[in-house]
């Protein structure tokens, strides 16, 4: 197995660390006090636009997608580093048209929309014209068990009608946002459960659908993007808006959900390879006690302890990113489950002692508030720990279950002693 970045990918990483160093870092503190301005905080941020323009015209544009002729052509393995740089900055992401949930929205509509949906909606996708929300989870069911969801989608004779309330739909604050994916159920009594839920395109705006409220994230509301709770009211759409065809919701959702996991925690690596950076830096340049904090052997031992759990962390998702390019999602789905567990995990033990260091100033200072917030939702995000781990339990007793011990000692008998 060889992790060896590929030419390609050695490419694109130096082009963009470049780029972000040049055009992101300098112009976060100008896009925080975009966001802060005139009151309206769910508006187009003009520096934002204006960085995105000339990382298209970089080319540096759409590099998540392997499958389209506007994306790079990449691989999971190839695009994995390059997510991690992303990762770095909160905005990093959409200047390069790689942001969530645009991207998994994007790779549905490559994979399962038909030519009239790749027209309408994935083209101003590709060229960040429009933004999109994903509309899956309900604050009435728990919908870590997705087989929960009651949105009703109804076929009408040429429509469906959508009835129900979702919450964290993610995207749908920005006001470009124009198409979300939601899932619901077309056929609740179906013996199968997995067969009761179907995915369909909701244009944006629409009569039937109402914003509550925008859901903070540890007090971020995360403008212009937002997580929104939202009703549809008799919410009709043309038949041809349903993805795949109806009780196909779980085979979209696993053919989505797999290369975001991959992008999720290699973002999150970023950020908390950012955050130690900062704290190396920070615990150098401040004295106590008689000399650097960097040198008290307290700090000694989480800084090994961070560069220990990060570079764990990636190579983890590496496997699973190279197991998914090789033998497919659903053979890489230990894998899978197993970096949504230890990434987040792993950056949020980082980025805790990287606040630590900074003292007073780490819980007032933005970038590593901003980073310990989205550190922690991405254990709840695209499947909780406890679903994951109960998957990999399942996985692993199943290894077992038609094997002889003998051929390897793993005889569960007692031997006393």
Not at 50 to 65: H, I, P, Q, S, T
Not at 203 to 212: D, E, F, N, V
Not at 224 to 234: A, L, R, S, V
Request: charged content about 25%.
């Amino acid at each position: 197995m060889d992790f060896d970045y590929s030419p390609r990918t050695k490419e694109l990483r130096e082009r963009l660390l470049s780029f972000m160093a040049e055009h992101v870092y300098p112009n976060e503190p100008a896009l925080y006090a975009e966001i802060d301005e005139g009151g309206d905080r769910w508006k187009v941020l003009p520096k934002l636009e204006e960085l995105k323009a000339v990382a298209r015209d970089e080319g540096l544009w759409n590099l998540f997608l392997p499958e389209s002729d506007a994306g790079a052509g990449l691989s999971n393995l190839e695009y994995a580093p390059l997510a991690e740089i992303m990762g770095r900055s909160h905005f990093a992401p959409e200047i390069f048209n790689c942001s969530a949930p645009d991207t998994g929205n994007m790779e549905v509509l490559v994979r399962y929309g038909s030519p009239e949906h790749k027209e309408k909606w994935l083209k101003p996708l590709l060229a960040g014209e429009i933004r999109s929300g994903f509309s899956m989870t309900e604050p009435a069911v728990a919908s870590s068990d997705a087989t929960n969801i009651q949105t009703e989608i109804r076929r009408d004779g040429d429509d469906y009608v959508i009835n129900g309330r979702k919450w964290w739909t993610s995207g749908a604050g920005d006001p470009r946002c124009r198409i979300l994916i939601l899932m619901g159920k077309t056929d609740p009594d179906n013996p199968d459960r997995h067969r009761q839920q179907s995915m369909i395109l909701v244009p944006l705006p629409h009569p039937g659908i109402t914003t509550i409220r925008h859901l903070p994230v540890f007090g971020f509301d995360d403008a212009p993007h937002g997580h929104m709770e939202m009703t549809f009211d008799n919410v009709r759409v043309p038949a041809s808006n349903i993805l795949l065809g109806e009780g196909r919701g779980f085979e979209i959702a696993q053919g989505r959900l797999g290369p975001g996991r991959i992008h999720h925690c290699m973002r999150i690596i970023g950020v908390a390879e950012r955050a130690l950076e900062r704290a190396c830096r920070r615990l150098e340049d401040r004295e106590a006690f008689g000399g650097p904090i960097a040198r008290q052997s307290i700090w000694s031992e989480r800084i090994a302890e961070s560069r220990s759990l990060l570079d764990q962390a990636r190579l983890l998702t590496l496997k699973a990113a190279y197991m998914m390019d090789t033998v497919g999602n659903k053979e890489a789905r230990m894998e899978i489950a197993m970096i949504k567990v230890a990434a987040p995990k792993a950056a949020c033990q980082v980025i805790d002692w990287a606040i630590q260091a900074f003292g007073g100033g780490g819980v007032t200072d933005h970038i590593m508030a901003n980073a310990y917030a989205y550190a922690r939702v991405c254990r709840i995000v695209d499947g909780p720990d406890e679903v994951h781990r109960n998957q990999m339990a399942r996985l692993e007793l199943r290894k077992y279950q038609n094997t002889d011990p003998a051929r390897t000692g793993g005889s569960g008998d007692v031997y006393m002693v």
